[in-house]
């Protein structure tokens, strides 16, 4: 059952050379990314989980239409009186109408429900679908296009867990699981890799083609040969451009050993021949091996396959 879980979990990659083609289990949510910087969104209510709606929202530096009679729940109204995010709220204080509303729902990318009005929602949902935008009805989840899940950031680093609708609660505890046994330097390592990144960029700048091809080529097998965590050593100006002339330059992979002027310390050493970085040896690495079977085993149970 586990490699069911996992061959459904990974999708064909560049580097599969056996013809790979793992079964489809159907039923599952589109697991994605948006980017709603200035977007318009439309949020219905001002209770408890309009209010974190409105954080994810925020952070994602989307405009948001709030429609909800006052009082608001009191972080709402903390964000709309702070002069960092109240440009980013219009605040209509009164109740949403509907189809009768003036307020219409073409008029933005996603629509939000948080209310407890199933009629309503039900009504907004209608509409949404008329106008084909996506809506999400916080208390009707079949009538959602999208579910929310519960989530995690540490800087550029960025988690969600569905249950699909399943166990909203259990979601947040495996995400707890995650945070509890991520290393605490995770985001340092990819803002490293991401300068290099940007750097490569720089100097073999382009879309395709045999450059492009090279390109990605050397960043999976830097970022193979470093591992997680020593690619917040990345961060490092120096480093970055040492091992682009001397790396990328001639194409060459040079691990944490070749660069510096320094010879290896042994931990290192040992992390290169094992293939490993010391925090997926521990305890650590068998949470999030817990954290995912979990997951996997959710979703199954979803499925009545358990
Ligand atoms: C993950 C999280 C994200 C978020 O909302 O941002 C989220 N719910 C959270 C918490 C939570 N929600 C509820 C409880 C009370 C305990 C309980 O019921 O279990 C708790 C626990 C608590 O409050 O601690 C009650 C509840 N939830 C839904 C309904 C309607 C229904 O099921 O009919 C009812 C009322 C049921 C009733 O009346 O009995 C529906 C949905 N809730 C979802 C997400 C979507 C599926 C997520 C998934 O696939 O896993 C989905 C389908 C739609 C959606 O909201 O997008 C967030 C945790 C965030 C965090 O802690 O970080
Ligand atoms: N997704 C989740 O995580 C989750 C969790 C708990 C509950 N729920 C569902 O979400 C719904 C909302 O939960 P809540 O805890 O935020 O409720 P809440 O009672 O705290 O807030 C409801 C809000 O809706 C507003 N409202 C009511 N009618 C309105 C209208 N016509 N126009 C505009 N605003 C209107 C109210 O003024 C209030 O601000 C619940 O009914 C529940 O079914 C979802």
Redesign the pocket.
């Known amino acids: 059952m586990s490699s069911e879980v996992n061959a459904n979990a990974k999708p064909p990659s560049r580097d599969s050379s056996e013809e790979s083609y793992p079964p489809i289990i159907p039923g599952a ?1 589109l697991l994605l990314a948006l980017r709603l910087a200035n977007r318009p969104i439309l949020l219905v209510g001002g209770g ?2 309009a209010s ?2 409105l954080y ?1 929202l925020l952070e994602s530096d989307a405009h948001i239409t709030i429609i909800s009679p006052g009082p608001l729940h009191p972080s709402i109204q903390h964000r709309i009186n702070d002069p960092t995010t109240s440009s980013k709220i219009t605040w209509l204080d009164r109740p949403y109408l509907g189809r009768k509303d003036e307020i219409k729902v073409k008029d933005y990318d996603l629509v939000m429900t ?1 209310i407890d009005d199933n009629d309503l929602s039900r009504e907004t949902c209608e509409l949404c679908r008329e106008e084909k935008v996506m809506v ?6 079949p009538q ?1 296009d ?6 995690l950031r540490k800087g550029p680093l960025q988690i969600l ?12 505890m495996i ?1 707890d699981l995650i945070l509890e046994n991520l290393p605490s330097n995770i985001e340092d390592s990819i803002k490293g890799i991401g300068s290099l990144r940007a750097d490569l960029r720089k100097r073999a700048p382009g879309v395709g083609g045999k450059l492009g091809q090279e390109r990605m080529d050397w960043m999976k097998e830097v970022s193979d040969t470093w591992g997680l965590d020593l690619m917040k050593r990345f961060n490092d100006e120096e480093l970055r451009k040492e091992i682009l002339d001397k790396g990328w330059e001639s194409r060459k992979i040079l691990g944490p050993d070749d660069l510096g002027g320094k010879s290896s310390s042994w931990t290192q050493a040992i992390q290169r021949t094992l293939g490993t970085i010391d925090w997926t040896a521990g305890i650590g690495g068998f949470g999030l091996g817990v954290a995912f079977t979990s997951l996997g085993l959710i979703i199954l149970q979803r499925q009545g396959r358990l």
């Open positions: 949510s408890v989980v974190q709606r994810f948080a999400n009805v916080a208390d009707i989840p959602c999208f579910y929310f899940g519960a989530q867990i569905s249950t699909g609708g399943l166990g909203p609660r259990s979601g947040a995400r």
